[in-house]
Nanobody, 124 residues
Framework: VQLQASGGGLVQAGGSLRLSCVASGRDVDKYAMGWFRQAPGKERDFVAAITWNGGDIISADSVKGRFTISRDTTKNTVYLQMDDLVPEDTAVYFC??????????????????WGPGTQVTVSS
């Protein structure tokens, strides 16, 4: 499966952005999908993940209540709605996919498929 993310940009603190990630290829409906982010000089961190049917969602404590992950199976697309953004959310955001949906796979970032990143910059 291949991934293509979009929707990054520059936003003021308190604002919102919605990232999109389109999956293509074989067996897309067998993959859980999610998001990671990497701030300058820091390691890549898990943000959120969702199973193909949307039945299971996991997210990092740092984004709970502000970020919402969802997916549209008819469009093979996963979304990350980011609200109440703060400068600490500034990072390159990566879409990812894996046939496994176990929590530790995603929290540790040992997923199989990565897409190119999209930059999110939050100004104060």
């Amino acid at each position: 499966v291949q991934l293509q993310a979009s929707g990054g940009g520059l936003v003021q603190a308190g604002g919102s952005l919605r990232l999109s990630c389109v999956a293509s290829g074989r067996d897309v409906d067998k993959y859980a999908m999610g998001w990671f982010r990497q701030a300058p000089g820091k390691e890549r961190d898990f943000v959120a993940a969702i199973t193909w049917n949307g039945g299971d969602i996991i997210s990092a404590d740092s984004v709970k209540g502000r970020f919402t992950i969802s997916r549209d199976t008819t469009k093979n697309t996963v979304y990350l709605q980011m609200d109440d953004l703060v400068p600490e959310d500034t990072a390159v955001y990566f879409c990812a996919a894996d046939k496994r949906h176990e929590t530790q796979i995603w929290r540790r970032g040992v997923v199989d498929v990565w897409g190119p990143g999209t930059q999110v910059t939050v100004s104060s």
